[in-house]
């Protein structure tokens, strides 16, 4: 937004020699944006949008909808809006100054904004109201034509996914269920013949799917993959076309009219508890839960080859869900429609997954690729891969090794002597939070002072991410500590809280260490059936350039490899790029495992970072002093 507001147009509406700023519009979530007090402190995304949503059905009374929200049949509204979109556009505003000019003008600026869409120039908006063909339309938001710039675009392939992909417990299934067959009782006699089947046939896809999950319960079941036809299956279900009970459900308003239904008729027995338990079943209670299956119904009408079903026994319970596997096809409608598209991100290294995943249909040529260096001086930043420890311990993660406790405890003492050498802030990342809480308790195992926790803890205050843990309050703590001068360590995850959009500059992060090599769990269904349709797409291609089938296939499996360790290293440069944040920030970078030595994992590191590698055949008393050259040259330079 900043560097928006420095630009000057001439102006448009005369040849004066006036200049003006470009239109802006930032469009945010309701989460963002939402300015009723009894909405906004609801804990989560979902519970705010529903929340919302639920506010403007028609059985609300006036007094109860949210006062903020603008009426179309209300001229008084209409002007309203047309001051805020004028207001907005008036000068570059980020989605904070959006907030207080809704709260300002008592008027809803999440729904306000979008009135100003068509008056911009440059629309700034999150990914899932981009990649969503149904939002775009929804807003008015076209892309024909114009130049399309996905920032922090690592995320892409995922935020694809994520648009299309839909999981559901067994329970909110089971909920479904009974909503329809409660409604359906009700009103057997008003519901018309056609209406009748269409809702009869989305039980039985219901049963088919809860039978499903039902051998999940099983504790030897393991997760599996499957085709949309194993899933519906039953008497009576291969009439079914998902694509007719979607567009029914859409016409007749299905979802709305059965949950409104759903909760009225639970009303009477929620009034009879207290007061305080009625309002934490409101929280509680799964909702929306029909929605959430017509997003499995819609997944049931994409190609095979697309995406799949999986079933796994779950962490509470089993899920199903859907994977989209082929991001292609749906970003290929936005990109035909642009006139350009630009991905942008500071770890889109390595390139050949984005041509590969996204534009394989793309003529090479109209692909270009651009890799800019880092702001930083050379010197700023070391690169030391460690394949062994203090005692020479090997640092093997593999999953198969990485219980090893003396390769454990050779880990802490390599943390220990960093927390002495090392000022400031220190990071650690581990492959996942399983083996964080394994390390973290081995660490603090034996009592009193021998535990390494201990010794660790008297040179810098240790921090722990979890899953649980409020990540603001603890990110407070940490640098608080840090501005004490007392030191800290931050035990983290990659993929985790900490490990994206978080700024670890200066004092925050002097040294971080990545601990092993977090490779997606290759035993998992989901992760095979990935596998297996990268393999399946380049054998394909091969085939079809004419190359013999013994090659198709090792090149189709080298694809496979590269894929998984892309994904990993990709996930690596995330975490590691926290600590560097601007031209005079330094740190730096343990890569902590013997695999980190070998050249095919360093050619997936940031061009900017290769350049700072160190030898990995360095004996640690080397590592280390050089460790303290580092920063002692630093601490003199400043
Ligand atoms: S209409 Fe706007 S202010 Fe009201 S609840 Fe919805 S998002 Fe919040």
Known sequence: MKELGKIRLPSAASDSGDEETIKHVPLGSRKNLCINPRVARLSSTTAINERCLDLQKPNVTQSQKCEFLPSNASITDKQRIETFRDNTIAQIQDIEDIATLGKRMKLCPYYASRAAISATEVLTLPYPLLLQKSARQALGVDVKDNVVII???????????????????????????????????????????????????????????????????????????????????????????????????????????????AELHEQPAQSRLPKSTNQVLKQIQPRGVLAEFQKLLIALMNPTSEGRFFISRGEQEPLLKYTLLDPQAHFEELVSEARAVVLAGGTMSPMSDWSEQL????????????????????????????SQGSSGIEFDFTFSNRKSERMIYELAAVVEKLCSTAPDGIIVFFPSYDYLALVASLWMREAGNASPFMRISALKRIFQESKEVNIDDLLKDYSSTISSGKGALMLAVVGGKLSEGINF??????????????????????????????????????????????ECKTRAQAAGREYADNTTMRAVNQSIGRVIRHKNDYAAIFLVDKRYAMSRIQGKLPAWLKESIRSCAAPWDVVDENCAAFFAGKSRAT
């Open 359 to 386: 534009f394989a249909y793309v003529e090479p040529e109209r692909l270009e690729t651009y890799s800019f260096g880092h702001v930083i001086e050379r010197d700023n930043v070391v690169v030391q891969p460690l």
């Open 505 to 550: 500059s200066d004092k925050l992060g002097r040294v971080v260490l990545c601990v092993g090599l977090p490779y997606p769990n290759i035993q998992s269904a989901e992760w095979k059936a990935k596998v297996e349709y990268i393999e399946h797409k380049r054998y394909t291609k091969l085939k079809q350039e004419g190359l013999p089938e013994g």
């Open 151 to 261: 920032d922090e675009a690592h995320n892409l392939t995922a935020a694809i996914a994520d648009t299309l992909s839909a999981s559901m417990p067994l329970s909110h299934l089971d909920l479904a269920r009974k909503q329809l067959l409660g409604y359906c009782q009700k009103f057997k006699n008003k519901l018309k013949g056609k209406n009748r089947v269409y809702i009869a046939q989305i039980i039985k896809l219901l049963n088919s799917c809860i039978s499903r999950l039902q051998q999940a319960n099983n504790s030897r079941f393991t997760d599996t993959s499957l085709l949309a036809t194993e899933l519906i299956t039953g008497t009576g279900t291969d009439l079914i076309q998902p694509h007719k009970l979607v567009q029914y459900i859409q016409e007749s308003k299905l979802i709305f009219k059965v949950e409104g239904y």
